[in-house]
């Protein structure tokens, strides 16, 4: 969900009112898929990176995720939205991280979408950590390193249970895909757009949708 600080520039505002903007985009997108029958939704919230800019920004950030679990939670859990929390978390403030536990907590046994927020996330630290868990467990006697599998690997990334994402839209203008689920979407297929996400609603996401119902994915077989 790129663009954020950007659209808040762009308009001569502070930078976290484009991540405040952004929250009804996520609404808008999370309606959508609720139409449509997606059943998982991935929001890239806040990269293990992210904490490298100013220490203003971060913690006004983290004070949004914390009026938005306020607000946002409880209407989410009406719709039977499931909540789930991919990342680091344990480098977020301990008030946060008991917020988004609740949630967690709260949603885990509803039937409808599942919202898997990744926050203080990295794409190569999830693998790294499966990796080590493969590595101690080998050098228990567990597992034999010449038995280990792709689904050995997958079992043990933070939400082993959630498929491969079949799309991913990436928001203002940049065309990478900056350590986000970087195992997990080996066959992907990509959406690029210049929009800022505070510019991406509900026309924008239908737009990607239908370009993505246009794709053939063959994932590496004969075309």
């Known amino acids: 969900m790129d663009g954020n600080g950007r659209w808040g520039a762009k308009l001569g505002l502070p930078r976290i009112m ?9 609404r808008e997108v999370l309606e959508v898929a609720d139409e449509v ?6 929001l890239y919230c806040f990269s293990v990176e992210n904490f490298a800019r100013p220490r203003d920004e971060v913690k006004a950030l983290f004070e ?6 306020r607000t946002e939670v409880k209407t989410l859990h009406k719709r039977g939205v499931q909540i789930r929390i991919s990342g680091e978390t344990s480098l977020l403030p301990p008030r946060l991280r008991a917020q988004f ?6 949603t885990k046994g509803n039937p409808g979408l599942v919202l898997n927020l990744a926050v203080a996330y990295s794409g190569r630290e999830e693998i790294l950590c499966a990796v080590r868990r493969i590595a101690s467990e080998a050098a228990g006697g567990r597992l034999k390193p010449k038995d280990v599998s792709d689904a050995d690997v997958a079992s043990r990334l933070y939400q082993p249970d959630i498929p491969d994402p079949d799309l991913l839209i990436r928001t203002g203008a940049e065309v990478r895909v900056s350590n986000f689920l970087l195992w997990q979407i080996a066959y992907s297929e990509l959406y690029f757009t210049k929009l800022l996400w505070p510019e991406f609603g509900r ?7 239908k370009d993505y119902a246009k794709r053939e994915r063959r994932f590496g077989g004969i075309g």
């Open 101 to 106: 536990e609740k949630a967690r907590g709260l």
């Open 18 to 26: 484009g991540h405040r903007r952004a929250i009804q985009s996520i």
């Open 37 to 42: 029958g997606i059943k998982y939704v991935t």
């Open 64 to 69: 949004l995720f914390s009026e938005v679990v």
């Open 203 to 209: 026309r924008e996401f239908i737009a990607a949708l």
